[in-house]
């Protein structure tokens, strides 16, 4: 990892950096999903290292068949995470059970404190080995009783791998804030102890991804109202959310069990084709377009649409470790079934909004 570290986390540049923090926030939300966690506090440290508590389950601690705390085996061995015994995640984010390794790999040193059966674990990493003996039975040193469970990490990004080493703040807030519309039912805390005055802000978005579509339409003058939807099928779960606004570009974003997709992928391509197929079929039913009209294209059917996808998926695959493109092909069926249904519900029962959306 510290000889090819683009291949895990994309770049050594800011944008490579500020990817450590999400690896380890995102593995913070897979304990959110499972039903355990809903607090997350980032935290960017003075001395420009970054700190990640949440109050789930607290990594395992006990033994694992290679011999060693089950912790140290997530942070030292690639492949090894949670992600890999299907029975801990149903879906997870991160990066195939790799995240926490690469980022303790990329780090001068890395601090581990597990809450968790009453105690608080200890554990200690400097550029990804571990430095602190364990005990007899081969268990993690204790800090100290506690009656909560969690996980805290802090981590300092390492100047040999990294071009630059001090995280952009408006990226990450960014990209919290977007955890907090995909999980309505997460508070994520995030503050800034670098500024003389820290910087302090919660994000918790219970409108989930209606509110994320809003506030991106916020300047904009609106055609229809934002229009949400959920549904399951075939294991795979999938929340839309979109609105006409009256501009003539369109922003449609996808995510993929939380993590954004900026190249769109199987499920972006299932919402397209159908709504594209939906508005048609409507526009020749209502007359709008004549028998010897041609069909309305995508864009012109997207034309001031804002939307947000997310799937929730089993088994994601990615074109790339960084997950920018989702490669699955049930994706795009299952998308396109439960949107072609649900729009056309809610066009029924709204005509006007469908007439103004035509328009």
Do not use: W
């Not at 290679?66 to 992600?83: M, N, Q, W, Y």
Request: with cysteine; hydrophobic share 35%; charged share 25%.
């Amino acid at each position: 990892v510290r000889k090819r570290p683009g291949m895990y986390i994309g770049s050594t540049t800011r944008k490579g950096l500020n990817h450590l923090i999400y690896e380890i926030v995102d593995n913070s939300v897979d304990e959110h999903l499972a039903g355990f966690c809903d607090t997350i506090d980032v935290t960017l440290e003075a001395d420009g290292s970054c700190t990640v508590q949440d109050n789930g389950r607290g990594i395992p601690v006990a033994n694992h068949k290679f011999g060693i705390p089950a912790e140290r085996v997530v942070f030292t061995t690639l492949h090894a995470g949670g992600k890999f015994d299907n029975n801990a995640y149903k879906t997870s984010g991160g990066l195939h059970g790799v995240g926490s390794s690469v980022v303790n790999a990329l780090s001068v040193y890395m601090d581990v404190e597990i809450s968790r059966d009453g105690n608080v674990y200890h554990d200690h990493f400097e550029r990804g080995n571990a430095t602190l003996e364990l005990l007899k039975d081969k268990t993690l040193p204790v800090l100290r009783k506690s009656k909560e469970t969690g996980t805290k990490i802090t981590f300092l990004p390492d100047p040999e791998i990294f071009e630059k080493t001090n995280f952009n703040e408006e990226e990450v807030k960014n990209r919290l804030q977007q955890t907090a519309y995909l999980n309505p039912n997460l508070t994520i805390n995030f503050t800034d102890l670098r500024k003389e005055e820290p910087d302090e802000v919660t994000y918790h978005e219970p409108e989930g991804i209606g509110g994320f579509v809003k506030d991106l339409n916020d300047n904009n003058e609106a055609v229809t109202p934002v229009i949400t939807f959920d549904g399951e099928l075939d294991g795979i779960q999938v929340s839309v959310a979109f609105q006409y606004v009256n501009e003539f570009h369109e922003n449609i974003l996808g995510f993929c069990n939380n993590i954004y997709n900026a190249e769109g992928g199987s499920h972006i391509t299932g919402f397209k084709t159908v709504f594209t197929s939906v508005i048609n079929s409507y526009a020749r039913e209502l007359g709008i377009l004549k028998d010897k009209d041609p069909n309305f294209t995508g864009t012109d059917v997207r034309n001031g649409m804002t939307a947000v996808i997310s799937v929730k998926h089993p088994d994601p695959r990615f074109e790339g470790q960084t997950k920018t493109k989702l490669d699955n092909q049930d994706a795009a069926k299952v998308v396109s079934q439960i949107t072609g249904n649900e729009i056309q519900l809610f066009f029924d029962r709204n005509v006007e909004v469908l007439k103004s959306v035509i328009s």
